[in-house]
């Protein structure tokens, strides 16, 4: 079995294109392949020893889902799992999707409430991201002057995706002691 689940909402499927990088930098050994959030059963996260999970933002911070005007459900709809859902002695990851440029108050905001949501459930965190490189006035994904998860923009940064990727697996497998 593998030690580490990677989990990610989408509606467009990028956050699925960097899921599946993640899991190409990580290794078949070491992770199962990416699975999209609406695809699973809130108990599967028991099977990991690890999990990483991945989530845009829409509009003015939203997670994707129906209220988003996502095409399907997504984090939105699984949250309420979380409700019931004890991580603790688990190590999280998260990561994060957002446009610093046309939502520089809610940036990354997504990232932000999956994070409360794992920390509420008594995960450990790992993979913190500095917020230096990137230019935004406000995002609940800030936390003591970092993120709490890796931060992609895609829309304004592309070049620099790959590149971050490589450097926050490096640094979360480490976290994780793999």
């Known amino acids: 079995m593998s030690k580490v689940g990677i989990f990610f909402g989408t509606d467009s499927g990028s956050t699925r294109k960097y899921a599946k990088f993640i899991y190409k930098q990580l290794g078949e ?23 990483i999970l991945g989530t845009p933002t829409y509009g003015e911070g939203l ?17 309420p799992n979380f409700d019931d ?10 990561f994060g999707l957002g446009d610093q440029v046309n939502y520089p108050n809610e940036f990354v905001d997504g990232l932000g409430e999956l994070y409360d949501c794992v920390v509420e459930c008594g995960a450990e965190l790992v993979g913190r991201w500095p917020t230096e490189g990137y230019e935004f006035n406000e995002s609940t994904a800030v936390d003591e002057d970092a993120f709490v998860g890796l931060v992609l923009d895609k829309d304004n940064q592309a070049g620099l995706c790959d590149e971050r990727i490589a450097g926050w697996v490096e640094q979360i497998t480490a976290e994780m002691g793999l």
């Open 29 to 51: 050994d070491i992770a199962a392949k990416p699975l999209n959030i609406n695809r699973v059963d809130a108990s599967v996260f028991d099977e990991y020893d690890f999990l």
């Open 63 to 79: 997670l994707p889902g129906l209220t988003a005007e996502c095409q399907t459900e997504s984090w939105e709809e699984f949250v």
């Open 85 to 94: 859902m004890n991580l603790e002695g688990k190590k999280v990851a998260l």
